[in-house]
């Protein structure tokens, strides 16, 4: 609801606008009322109306000084001025103050009750246009950013404890506890794509749960810890949690799902310790397919899936079943995941055939072999597998054990995941810098925002975020301001533009939100700027 505040010290002028409206019927809130600026000004500041009616002359503080205040500390607020002088000046010094409206007194109540109307259409115009609240996109990709620079520094174990919790309270995350537990999970949607909608309506779940935290990892899934005091509690909410998400995951058949849960720890330096098992329990969303839960206690009951239940064992690697379950992990697989990935394909083998050398040689030639065509796939020499792991032709030479056989396929494995992951990241080095291209030539566009760009890119807007934060060091739209006022100080100093003129040419559809965006960003009006004002070193700066 709009809320307006009324500043008149003619009492019998305040009182008849208060009566002759019917502010519930017109869907305003009437927010307040005083008899002159001075006092008006701090009750303003508290209710914070989104259009202040106010007379010009009045003991104390006039209309001006106080619409002078006021657009310096509510830029959105838009102010209609009653005055009963028809004087330029006033006129005049109302305009530069950004004034919505100047009316002359006497005017009959329809008249302002049509003037009012008008503005509250513009006020609920702009609040309905999702790309003019940039400071709530900005704090959430902020927010984003910063979850996932505190889930990588619990995972890694690499930054002292003081400086975890104050990332975590940062967040308005209360990590102090006694137990901790990591869950990484994925939830695919038709053809394997992360179903944008249910990623919020999942963080909003666990966010009911109290000491749960959500990080969503990008590409590689989800993660959750969960938090409590007394270990017991902690393993029954897990499980009657995990149990609510598989049924409301499963409220739409087209998504698939997998989770892996680690051990419980008690010290936030082991919350890695947790990490790791929870990834050797996710790994296996490769081997025994999607739709499961896997706790890492577990895994000696996870074998390799197959729609074939008669296959004979020793024939695995050769099974079409198999082959798709190394190579979706070639493609989608983490360097993380390599080691628990082998534990569970030679796992699920058996210690029987793993101790006969020409079936562990074979295991290893086929193995290798798919490794060879999926780098071929890639453009990539294969000689790069020989160069760092030793060519295969020695390796067999060897007197070949189960163990031996894992490493060496380990050590192949890794190094093809880094080679295609280097791929991977100088296609989206190119990528961000067309997206970055297209920011710059389109910065000055209504309809630029981060959906628009990700489209371009072909890429999730999550992904698209995520990937632009990390390797820009700023989000997008902290990045999109920055080109805007840029801009705009150039028009400041090198034209004679109008503020509002200048707004719209940067890419703003009101003059108010790039009048409130300039001051934010720059620690100044656009008026101060234009004048000479500098901004002082830390001026400027979201926190």
């Not at 959430?140 to 995972?155: G, I, K």
């Not at 698939?256 to 947790?274: A, P, Q, T």
């Not at 100088?426 to 389109?442: K, M, N, P, S």
């Amino acid at each position: 609801m709009i809320k307006l505040f009324l500043v008149e010290d003619e009492i019998v002028m305040r009182d008849g606008i208060k009566s002759q409206i019917d502010w519930k019927k017109e869907d305003i809130e009437f927010a307040g009322e005083a008899s002159d600026g001075e006092l008006a000004y701090p009750m303003i500041l508290e209710t914070k109306p989104d259009i202040l009616l106010t007379d010009i002359k009045m003991p104390f503080m006039d209309g001006l000084e106080l619409s002078a205040l006021v657009r310096k500390e509510l830029p959105e607020t838009r102010i209609i001025i009653l005055s009963g002088y028809d004087e330029f000046s006033y006129a005049q010094r109302a305009v530069s103050l950004g004034v919505t409206e100047y009316l002359l007194k006497p005017l009959p109540p329809e008249e302002l009750l049509g003037c009012i109307r008008k503005v509250k259409k513009e006020i609920e115009q702009e609040k309905s246009m999702p790309d003019l609240d940039w400071r709530e996109e900005l704090l959430r990709e902020q927010s984003d950013y910063q979850r996932q620079m505190l889930f990588r520094a619990l995972v890694m174990g690499d930054r002292p404890l003081a400086e975890l919790l104050r990332m975590a309270e940062k967040l308005k995350m209360n990590i102090t506890a006694r137990y901790y537990r990591l869950l990484l999970m994925t939830v695919r949607e038709g053809e394997g794509v992360r179903p944008a909608a249910f990623r919020e309506e999942l963080s909003g779940m666990l966010d009911t749960v109290k000491g749960w935290y959500f990080f969503d990892r990008g590409e590689n899934g989800y993660a959750v810890l969960a938090t409590g005091n007394d270990g017991k509690e902690l393993d029954e909410c897990v499980r009657e949690t995990i149990g609510l998400l598989v049924g409301q995951i499963r409220t739409d058949e087209t998504r698939s799902y997998f989770i892996g849960v680690g051990e419980s720890v008690n010290r936030i330096s082991d919350i890695g310790k947790s990490f790791y098992e929870a990834n050797r329990a996710f790994s296996c969303r490769f081997i025994a397919g999607m739709n499961r839960v896997v706790f890492s206690s577990d895994l000696s009951g996870v074998r390799l899936r197959t729609d074939n239940p008669g296959l004979d064992v020793a024939g695995l690697i050769t099974n079409e079943d198999t082959r798709q379950v190394l190579d979706n992990f070639m493609r989608t697989g983490t360097y993380e995941e390599t080691d628990p990935f082998l534990e569970g394909v030679f796992r699920s083998i058996g210690e029987k055939n793993l101790n006969s050398r020409i079936f562990l040689n074979y295991l290893v030639m086929d193995i290798y072999f798919s490794m060879i065509r999926f780098l071929k796939e890639m453009d990539c020499p294969a000689e790069k597998l020989d160069e760092k792991c030793g060519s295969i032709n020695s390796f067999l030479k060897e007197d070949v054990s189960a163990s031996r056989a894992r490493e060496y396929l380990g050590l192949c494995l890794k190094e093809l995941i880094k080679i295609r992951d280097g791929n991977t990241r100088r296609r989206y080095g190119r990528l961000l810098r067309e997206a970055v291209r297209y920011i710059d030539e389109h910065f000055d566009s209504e309809d630029i925002s981060l959906n628009r760009v990700a489209e371009e890119a072909s890429i999730s807007p999550n992904h698209f975020s995520s990937i632009f934060s990390q390797e820009m060091g700023i989000t997008f739209i902290e990045y999109l301001i920055q080109k805007r006022m840029e801009r705009a100080k150039q028009l400041l100093r090198t034209t004679q533009l109008r503020s509002s003129e200048i707004a719209y040419q940067v890419g703003y559809r009101d003059p108010h939100y790039f009048s409130s965006t300039f001051r934010k960003t720059q620690g100044m009006t656009a008026t101060e700027y234009r004048s000479g004002k500098n901004a002082g070193p830390e001026q400027g700066k979201e926190d």
